[in-house]
């Protein structure tokens, strides 16, 4: 059986949600653009007889750069000409299929490009944020626009010139299951529910330097954290006895999202779960209740309601995730091979 899945490729954002504007902005543009210490010419390629311009690598190399930082990576100076290489190369890549695109007539209309420009805009607070944003990324509103709209157009005869011609075969996603079943395991999962007390942080304390107001709002917090040390092992106590731990979580839970359902936390998986809450949880019998344990947020007993052990993800339940996964595949493939064939007939002059 032949399927076929409508792939929409990713609209062009420039990483512009992740920027964090700062005092930098006001070096923004001053400083030359160099790689690996090496300063960049205006006109970094010519795509038949098209000029790119340096500030298409500047403003991914920035962009880049951002991203790699906020994850705690720094980008060395010898790393920089690969990476600018490699964004180049995708510009090139870009501006062909554009070309190709417009000698075929393909556009796409004004509003829907005003649009995607909205989306992005959407992101931040206000205009004078966004244009700050733009300016660390050595973008003007219009140089934005025209990225946008070449974007769009590249997609849309992608759409019509290659995703037509991807087909992916449901034996290939039976064959890519049965060969990646390791991929397909569903983590070990923990019905749980909790009774919880909430306690105060130290730091909650508030920002005051008067060394008097300081001490009383440390006593006040050390006084309510010991009362919600005694409402929980008072709880504790009333359990241990065989009261009901639904009707408990009731009554005196602090979580409102969940006392009502008897504490009730459904479905928990240990790795993306509260560390101390993942710790008890796995350690308890299916219906055990166990001790009073302290988390960040406060106090919690937790009660394990059942447990559902690692298991296959049956072919079915994933069939179109896979399927979709194997398009994707196949169109980047076509789209390379594309790409390649019009590289053979392009005039391309790279400058740098």
Do not use: C, W
């Not at 931040?124 to 509103?141: G, V």
């Not at 996603?173 to 007390?197: C, G, L, R």
């Not at 493939?333 to 392009?346: S, T």
């Amino acid at each position: 059986m032949k399927f076929f899945m409508k792939i929409v490729f990713p609209i062009f954002t420039a990483a512009l949600g992740l920027i964090q504007v700062s005092s930098a902005l006001a070096d923004t543009g001053k400083q030359p653009f160099t790689i690996s210490g090496r300063p960049v010419p205006d006109v970094v390629a010519v795509v038949n007889g098209i000029e790119l311009h340096s500030n298409l690598i500047r403003q991914e190399m920035t962009a880049f750069k951002m991203m790699s930082a906020q994850q705690g990576h720094d980008i060395k100076a010898e790393s920089e000409d690969k990476i600018a290489r490699e964004i180049l190369n995708r510009e090139i890549d870009q501006e062909l299929i554009y070309q190709k695109a417009r000698m075929m007539n393909v556009n796409v209309p004004e509003e829907i490009v005003l649009q995607e420009i909205k989306k992005i805009e959407d992101q931040f607070p206000s205009e004078e944020i966004f244009d700050k944003a733009l300016a660390m990324q050595y973008l003007t509103r219009g140089l934005l626009r025209e990225k946008v709209e070449k974007q769009l157009v590249a997609e849309q005869f992608l759409r019509k010139e290659i995703i037509p011609k991807v087909r992916v075969e449901e034996s290939d996603a039976e064959k890519y299951y049965k060969d990646n079943k390791a991929s397909f395991m569903k983590p070990e999962m923990f019905e749980v529910s909790h009774i919880f007390v909430q306690t105060l942080n130290p730091a909650q304390q508030g920002k005051t330097e008067d060394p008097e107001a300081k001490k009383k709002a440390a006593r006040i917090i050390e006084g309510i954290n010991k009362d919600a040390r005694k409402k929980i092992d008072a709880i504790a106590a009333k359990l241990k006895k065989g009261e009901n731990f639904s009707k408990l979580a009731q009554e005196f839970s602090e979580d409102e999202a969940t006392k009502d359902k008897g504490g009730s936390l459904g479905t928990l998986v240990p790795e993306t779960t509260i560390p101390e809450i993942a710790s008890a949880m796995t350690k308890l019998q299916i219906g055990e209740t166990g001790t009073v344990i302290q988390s960040s947020f406060g106090y919690h007993i937790i009660r394990l309601n059942n447990k559902v052990a690692s298991q296959l993800a049956p072919f079915e339940e994933i069939k179109s995730d896979i399927l979709n996964m194997l398009l994707m595949r196949e169109t980047e493939k076509y789209k390379e091979e594309f790409v390649i064939e019009l590289k053979k007939a392009a005039d391309i002059k790279i400058l740098i």
